[in-house]
Each structure stands twice: as structure tokens, then as C-alpha cells.
């Protein structure tokens, strides 16, 4: 099971700096609204730039907080429920502005996993 829990951990922490390191300011199709960048989607949600700065910067910390709790355990649970935190906090947005609910899928599965890593 350990194997399984550090390959989640790695899972989601790679797709989370993917997100905001690399995609950021790209298209894709889980974007809320009609936004191709992530700062676009959060002005979509009513946010301003300085709070997608700030979620950003949690989402990157936590993330790579997540990998390092593979050698030192004690971050783990901190980390995934913290991602879990933020994570429920975007599928709210998308409900928030009626998105359809496929465009949630990632950051729900991302919440389940984390879930997942944090008590498992």
C-alpha cells in the first residue's frame, strides 16, 4: 500500500505544478467559463489577480510538500488536506458559475486522491 499512497503523491503533485508551472497560461478544456489562461479563469470565478497569485503559490507549496512527504511522513497528511482544502474550493467556483460538472472532474479526482494519501 505504501507504493500506492507515494505514486498518488506523485501523481498529484506533478499534475498540480503542471497546472500552474507549465499550463498556466494555455487553454485547455477544464478551464472555468470560457478562460484560456488561469489568471482569465479566476477573474471568470470573481477573483482577483492577486488571490490566483496567492492560491497559486499555496497550490505549488503544498504540492511540492506532498512529493517531500514521500522521505519525511510527517508532511503528508498537512499536504493532501491542504490540496483537499483547495481543491473542494475550485470545484466550488466551477458550481459557482455553473459550470458543467465535467469540468470539475479533475480537481474532484484530485480531491479524492488526496483524500486518499491523508488517510489511508
Given at each position: 500500500?505504501?507504493?500506492?499512497?507515494?505514486?498518488?503523491?506523485?501523481?498529484?503533485?506533478?499534475?498540480?505544478?503542471?497546472?500552474?508551472?507549465?499550463?498556466?497560461?494555455?487553454?485547455t478544456r477544464w478551464r472555468g467559463g470560457n478562460a484560456t489562461t488561469i489568471i482569465e479563469e479566476f477573474?471568470?470565478y470573481g477573483l482577483s489577480t492577486g488571490i490566483c497569485y496567492l492560491i497559486g503559490f499555496l497550490k505549488?507549496?503544498?504540492?511540492?510538500?506532498?512529493?517531500?512527504?514521500?522521505?519525511?511522513?510527517?508532511?503528508?497528511?498537512?499536504?493532501?488536506?491542504?490540496?483537499?482544502?483547495?481543491?473542494?474550493?475550485?470545484?466550488?467556483?466551477?458550481?459557482?458559475?455553473?459550470?458543467?460538472?465535467?469540468?470539475?472532474?479533475?480537481?474532484?479526482?484530485?480531491?479524492?486522491?488526496?483524500?486518499?494519501?491523508?488517510?489511508?
Open positions: 500500500m505504501d507504493y500506492v499512497i507515494s505514486a498518488l503523491q506523485v501523481i498529484v503533485s506533478i499534475s498540480i505544478l503542471n497546472v500552474w508551472l507549465v499550463q498556466n497560461k494555455k487553454p477573474h471568470v505549488v507549496t503544498l504540492a511540492i510538500l506532498l512529493v517531500l512527504s514521500i522521505w519525511h511522513p510527517f508532511l503528508k497528511q498537512p499536504a493532501a488536506l491542504g490540496l483537499a482544502a483547495l481543491l473542494t474550493g475550485s470545484i466550488l467556483m466551477h458550481i459557482k458559475i455553473k459550470d458543467p460538472l465535467i469540468k470539475s472532474l479533475p480537481a474532484a479526482l484530485f480531491l479524492v486522491m488526496c483524500l486518499f494519501i491523508a488517510f489511508v
